[in-house]
């Protein structure tokens, strides 16, 4: 059983930077991939990075490439998400996610989910 909290969203403006953390109890932690996902409201969730379970394999959706970075501390057992440039359409619950499966992008493969976080960017 992994339990994920996440922090660290709020109201910011187009071009600013925020920083999420998602921290994990369970020492399935150091051994998940791990990812982040975004919902808009009346939208689906979709994927926006993921890490592999030693801070490798890190893959990105389109919109987040060359503006966020994920990584992962397993001694602290905690995902962060550094967004940078951050525009309106970034607005939405970030969610951070964890899964068994290497290479996992797929919301249906991950099995256990934060509560989330908001993030509003305001233009």
């Known amino acids: 059983q992994v339990q994920l909290v996440e922090s660290g969203g709020g109201l910011v403006q187009a071009g600013d930077s925020l920083r999420l953390s998602c921290e994990a109890s369970?020492?399935?932690?150091?051994?998940?991939?791990m990812a982040w996902f975004r919902q808009a409201p009346g939208q689906e969730r979709v994927f926006i990075a993921r890490?592999?379970?030693?801070?490798?394999?890190?893959y990105y959706s389109n919109s987040a490439e060359g503006r966020f970075i994920i990584s992962k501390d397993n001694y602290k057992h905690t995902l962060y998400l550094q967004m940078d440039s951050l525009k309106p359409e970034d607005t939405g619950v970030y969610y951070c996610?964890?899964?068994?499966?290497?290479?996992?992008?797929?919301?249906?493969?991950?099995?256990?989910w934060g509560q989330g976080t908001q993030v509003t960017v305001s233009s």
């Open positions: 996610a964890s899964s068994s499966i290497n290479s996992a992008s797929d919301p249906r493969f991950f099995r256990f």
């Open positions: 369970g020492r399935a932690f150091g051994s998940a991939t």
């Open positions: 890490i592999g379970r030693y801070g490798g394999n890190t």
